[in-house]
């Protein structure tokens, strides 16, 4: 509370300085029991592994969570769709090509329960969900109770921690974000991280106010405004509006800067400044248009055309062919694939659980190409690639582009979720990455404290790293095995080490 309420700043990260970080385990509520599985999970959780039940008598009427019993259920409402997202999406899929594998990736900007995302898996859409923590309690930590990806998140002073060009789809529904204001700024950061080509959903107010102006509790002329804003800024960055109806407006963004006429781009649209489309971290949204990589014609997709999903899992990233990731070539990326698929086989064969549905939210610490993602890609799971912001390359435009998601992360610091919300955890490498740079202690520590009792962990280093590893992790009371590496190859050398979060 001591941080400025401007730009919702006291709502984003602030991390502890070294001398206040806590050296502990965060032992699980009274009751826990294990999450159900998915698809169960999504309807269905236990009232004891997240005991909060301000949002239920809150948001009652728009059938977000009931309480029944010792657990909550999901109807699947929303704010803006209280008959359940299944409607609300067949609304939007009745104007954006949702089901045909050309929108694979979607950010739910001030997600709630993340309902929206939830259903989406229907689709074949992997949505990254975020909401700040705030007075609607644990809303972060019931959608990934659900199985449903999400962290803890706002859009404030801070860029998003994603690469430019990442989603096919942006979505707010009564996101509570003042897209009119700043210049314009949230919208340009929308911008930044939509493919071009993609499409962003806004629904509630203002959207809609001729008719429910009343509802809303706002004057006709303030919500008239307010759109006009909206529409000025949307005009700015070219995008396409292409409908508005029963409260639901969509936009969609420009293929390329040479398809924005003279004429329409507004001299006030200032370009940023070229930087890598990954040097996000902790720094400022700017009031600029992100500029596209460059095109000989009016007609091709700036960056590069996708194929659909699940072609587009294997097929090379735009990226990678035109050689925007340094050290990495086709033929690189294509060894990736395969020696992560003896990986993943042989992951599978030490651990008979890791493909029946048991693991449902996992995590790559150090994702690279995310080839381990898309080895084990399955509707029983979803996989955070993590590349971390110390990383030599940053390849998430990569993992984007293959249809997968992700996030920028420093591993000395704590990650933006709750305790208890992923099932596995594999790590390669990340001990060595960070040797020098924080205690061995700050990661485990983290590690153990967003798994689950009772979930695995997985760690590929050097010999001597994993050595130090094993103590640690033997002194958090992990049940620990340690195997020799399966393929040898160019990846970090060494074993793999088993490790199993028990309940304190």
């Known amino acids: 509370m001591t941080f400025p309420r401007d730009n919702m700043i006291y709502r984003e990260r602030h991390c502890p300085p070294d001398k206040e970080k806590l050296y502990c385990l965060i032992p699980a509520p009274k009751g826990y029991v294990a999450p159900f599985r998915w698809p169960k999970s999504r309807d269905f959780v236990h009232y004891a592994n997240v005991p909060h039940k301000s949002l239920t008598v809150e948001k009652a009427i728009q059938n977000w969570v009931h309480y029944e019993g010792n657990v909550f259920r999901f109807p699947g409402g929303g704010t803006q769709f209280p008959q359940g997202a299944d409607k609300y999406i067949d609304q939007l899929a009745s104007v954006i090509p949702i089901a045909e594998g050309k929108v694979r990736t979607a950010l739910d900007t001030g997600c709630g329960v993340a309902s929206l995302g939830a259903y989406l898996f229907k689709k074949n859409v992997l949505t990254i969900s975020f909401a700040p923590r705030d007075n609607h309690e644990a809303q972060v930590q019931f959608a990934l109770e659900r199985g449903v990806p999400a962290y803890i998140g706002v859009l404030g002073s801070i860029k998003l921690p994603f690469p430019s060009r990442a989603f096919d789809m ?297 050595v130090k590893v094993e103590k640690i992790a033997n002194a958090m009371r992990w049940k620990t095995r340690l195997a020799d590496h399966e393929v040898t190859g160019n990846l970090v050398p060494g074993c793999v080490y088993w490790g199993e979060n028990l309940p304190v």
Not at 186 to 209: A, C, F, K, N
Not at 322 to 349: H, I, R
Not at 425 to 452: A, P, V
Request: aromatic content about 12%.
């Open 170 to 466: 942006a979505h707010c529904s009564r996101c509570l974000i003042p897209w009119s204001g700043n210049d314009g700024m949230y919208m340009m950061e929308v911008d930044r991280v939509l493919r071009p080509g993609g499409y962003w959903v806004l629904s509630g107010p203002p959207i809609g106010w001729k008719i429910y102006y009343e509802g809303w509790q706002h004057s006709k002329e303030d919500l008239q405004n307010e759109q006009r804003k909206i529409e000025q800024f949307a005009q700015l960055l070219c995008w396409k509006k292409i409908s508005e109806k029963d409260g639901i407006a969509i936009w969609r963004k420009r293929l390329n800067d040479k398809s924005c006429s003279m004429k329409q781009y507004n001299p006030k649209g200032v370009k940023c400044g070229l930087t890598s489309d990954s040097d996000v971290w902790y720094k400022k949204m700017e009031v600029c248009i992100d500029p596209l990589p460059n095109v000989n014609s009016v007609s091709k997709v700036a960056g590069g055309q996708l194929e659909p999903f699940p072609k587009r899992l294997y097929a090379v990233p735009p990226r990678i062919t035109l050689g925007s990731v340094p050290g990495f070539s086709v033929q690189s990326y294509e060894e990736d694939n395969k020696l992560w698929q003896k990986y993943v086989e042989a992951y599978k064969n030490t651990n008979n659980l890791l493909d029946t549905g048991r693991y449902r939210n996992i995590m790559d610490m150090n994702a690279g190409l995310g080839s381990f993602a898309a080895a084990l890609e399955s509707p029983k799971l979803w996989v955070m690639n993590v590349v971390p912001t110390i990383a030599n390359t940053s390849t998430l435009g990569v993992i984007y582009e293959r249809g997968l998601i992700g996030m920028y992360h420093d591993w000395c610091e704590g990650f933006s979720t709750y305790p208890r919300t992923y099932d596995l955890i594999h790590s390669n490498g990340i001990f060595s990455l960070y040797q020098n740079k924080c205690q061995f202690e700050d990661i485990l520590l983290e590690m153990d404290r967003i798994l689950r009792p009772e979930g695995a962990v997985i760690i590929r280093d050097k010999v001597d790293v994993l």
